[in-house]
Each structure stands twice: as C-alpha cells, then as structure tokens.
C-alpha cells in the first residue's frame, strides 16, 4: 500500500504519489513570464524561493484553469520547484497501486500523465505522475 493525496484538476479526481508532494500552498499572485510556454502560468515567491506556477489543465491539454486559481501541489523535480495548480485537495489515503489496464483509452494529456490506478470506494482513480505534466526544461529556458 502506499500513500495518494487525492486531488481534482480540470473536476477530475486524482491520485498523487505522496513522494512526489513537498507540501500544498495556496498561492500569492502570479507574476506572468514573457515567452513562456502555454502550461506555465507564471512564478511565485513562495518561502524565500522562485517558484514555477503550472497550469495543470494547459499541461494535460485541456481547459486553462481559473485565472483565480490559488490552490497548488508544490513537487520539486531536478532541484527545482513547481506549483502544481489544482482545482481542490481533499485527503490522504493508502491504496494499492494498480497498473493501467490495456483497454483503458485515456484521451489529451491524461494518457502521459496517467501511472497506474488505485481503487477509491469501488471506483477507479488515475495515478498521475506530476514530472510528466512539467513543461520541458528546453521550453521553459526559452
């Protein structure tokens, strides 16, 4: 069993490795990037740091989120931090882990971000991987 924050973005319920998590925050004003890539909404400083806003719904290929949207996962990735906007948090829970199943058709960016599944009351949950939802290094410096 391992431990999922279970979150909804773009209204979808989600499961999140909790080794992936630094913390949860909720957000000052973002300060947009000139040129930056679609998915990142801008930075923030958060605890004397420089962080990057992403916005989840840009990253999976859907809606932007509410351009009120505060409500965020911190992970770091190749010592570096994100801020991971969600639509809402609502608990910690150990699941088992569960591979996707092969006739699952996920559609835009849920079938990349997607890592397995976990059984939540009776009903299937996907494990998203937050590095996969992170734009690319190369877009981000450019």
Known sequence: MDLFLIAHIAGRGVAID?????SVVDLSPVVAVPRAPSAVRGLVA???????????G??????AMPVDARRAIITRLDGHHY???VDSLEDVASFARQPLSSGL???R???AAADGMVER???PMLVIDLARLVPAPQAIAA
């Open 18 to 22: 909790t080794t992936q998590i630094d």
């Open 46 to 56: 958060l605890r004397s740091r420089v962080v990057t806003v992403v916005d989840t």
């Open 58 to 63: 840009i990253a999976l290929g859907l809606a």
């Open 83 to 85: 801020a991971m906007l």
């Open 105 to 107: 058709a996920l559609d």
């Open 109 to 111: 960016g849920w079938a």
């Open 121 to 123: 009351d009776g009903e």
